[in-house]
């Protein structure tokens, strides 16, 4: 399993920073672009005119709205605008939040980063969400007769701390096994106490 922090930081090797770019974004071209038409497939026309709405991947939609003269606006996805921001702060831990999207945490901290109103709330609605559903995925993770199939209703940050909750919980469970024996001294702890005693003895 990876390690979590992939989840927040971009990361040039990590497969979960790779997909979570991939996702399409609808923007809006503010300049035309000589030659870039084809990236229209409803016009005819050579260039990439202003104006035109298209989905970008997020990797190539980044840079180009952030450039000194912005290329394209970017339009965010509705699961992080303010109706489904408000469903999440009703009750967030009866939305299968997968569904909305597998890198849910991991794409919305890209977004905070685009010039959008929406964006500015983005932050407070990812921790507000992450604090309301830990508590329940941990009680997943520790419950024993949880249903297997649950880490598959879960984003891809939730569903790396469930695995290792689970995981934590079995190493527990095993070392309270094998601690039920009766702890007694170590050889080099009992060594090093005769050798103090004998010290003492000759001075």
């Known amino acids: 399993m990876a390690t979590l922090f992939y989840s927040y930081m971009p990361d040039y090797f990590s497969l979960t920073d790779i997909l979570c770019t991939e996702e399409r974004i609808s923007c809006k071209v503010e300049v035309t672009l000589p030659r870039l038409g084809f990236l229209d497939l409803s016009s005819e026309s050579e260039d990439l005119k202003s104006d035109t709405k298209l989905e970008l991947p997020l990797w190539l939609a980044q840079p180009l709205n952030m450039a000194r003269e912005t290329i394209v606006s970017v339009d965010v996805p509705k699961t992080y605008k303010e109706g489904y921001r408000e469903i999440l702060l009703a009750d967030a831990c009866t939305v299968v939040l997968n569904k909305w999207n597998p890198y849910y945490y991991e794409l919305g901290m890209y977004l905070k980063k685009f010039n959008n ?87």
């Not at 940050?157 to 009766?182: C, H, M, P, T, Y």
């Not at 702890?183 to 000759?202: G, P, W």
């Open 117 to 203: 109103r929406d964006c500015e709330m983005i932050i407070d609605s990812l921790l507000l969400t992450f604090r309301s559903r830990f508590r329940l995925v941990m009680d997943w993770a520790q419950n024993p007769v949880s249903d297997p199939t649950l880490n598959n209703l879960l984003p891809r940050l939730e569903r790396d701390l469930f695995l290792a909750g689970k995981k934590s919980k079995i190493q527990l469970n095993e070392w309270l096994k094998k601690g039920s024996s009766v702890i007694e001294t170590s050889q080099s702890a009992v060594n090093l106490k005769k050798r103090k005693r004998t010290d003492y003895e000759l001075n």
